[in-house]
T-cell receptor
Framework: GAVVSQHPSRVICKSGTSVKIECRSL??????MFWYRQFPKQSLMLMAT?????????EQGVEKDKFLINHASLTLSTLTVTSAHPEDSSFYIC???????????FGSGTRLTVV | ELKVEQNPLFLSMQEGKNYTIYCNYS?????LYWYRQDPGKSLESLFV?????AVKQEGRLMASLDTKARLSTLHITAAVHDLSATYFC???????????FGEGTQLTVNP
């Protein structure tokens, strides 16, 4: 089945630095990628939708300048958390839309800790 | 705005018992998804329900969808400890548009 490879799985960074998270579709082309954030003991909240060749669509309340999303090719979407702060510490998960009759494919997630 | 509600949010049950998790949603949709999440891990797809009346079973889990009632159920039969996890339902009224998740049900199966 479809596989989305997400890296890194864990990252610890200092306040004020930037972190890039990558999601690659390994055996299919993804023109769209969804980016979710999950705080402990909570559900997944959609942050933004990246589209290959065009600007990302951000959900209300998500800072575009802080969470930079790029969909450089049909197999790569990236999320960069700029000037990270401790409140950005969370679990970030990417997801590709479903194929015919199948479900959404999720990356393995990135645990970001900002110290 | 689409709302997806699960209940219960917390479920503690004994091994061998049966129980049902409910998922209600507020907008018409023919598609509903169930996922399992273990601590520190991403989501694992359990069921994809794509039509009214759909019923799917895998091991001790069975999911069903009633689009008219806007209700899905996840039934657990003879629970075992390995089923302990958080279970999410999610809906996308338009295929491939976006998923809206329920709050999740944290299931603990006790020996």
């Amino acid at each position: 089945g479809a596989v989305v490879s997400q890296h890194p799985s864990r990252v610890i960074c200092k306040s004020g630095t930037s972190v890039k998270i990558e999601c690659r579709s390994l055996d299919f082309q993804a023109t769209t990628m969804f980016w979710y954030r999950q705080f402990p003991k909570q559900s997944l909240m959609l942050m933004a939708t990246s589209n290959e060749g065009s600007k990302a669509t951000y959900e209300q309340g998500v800072e575009k300048d802080k969470f930079l999303i790029n969909h450089a090719s049909l197999t790569l979407s990236t999320l960069t958390v700029t000037s990270a702060h401790p409140e950005d510490s969370s679990f970030y998960i990417c997801s590709a839309p479903p194929g015919q009759g199948s479900g959404y494919t999720f990356g393995s997630g990135t645990r970001l800790t900002v110290v | 705005e689409l709302k997806v509600e699960q209940n219960p949010l917390f479920l503690s049950m004994q091994e061998g018992k049966n129980y049902t998790i409910y998922c209600n949603y507020s907008t018409t949709s023919d598609r509903l998804y169930w996922y399992r999440q273990d601590p520190g891990k991403s989501l694992e797809s359990l069921f994809v329900l794509l039509s009214n009346g759909a019923v799917k079973q895998e091991g001790r889990l069975m999911a069903s969808l009633d689009t008219k009632a806007r209700l899905s159920t996840l039934h657990i039969t003879a629970a075992v400890h390995d089923l302990s996890a958080t279970y999410f339902c999610a809906v996308d009224p338009t295929s491939g548009s976006r998923l809206t998740f329920g709050e999740g049900t944290q299931l603990t199966v006790n020996p």
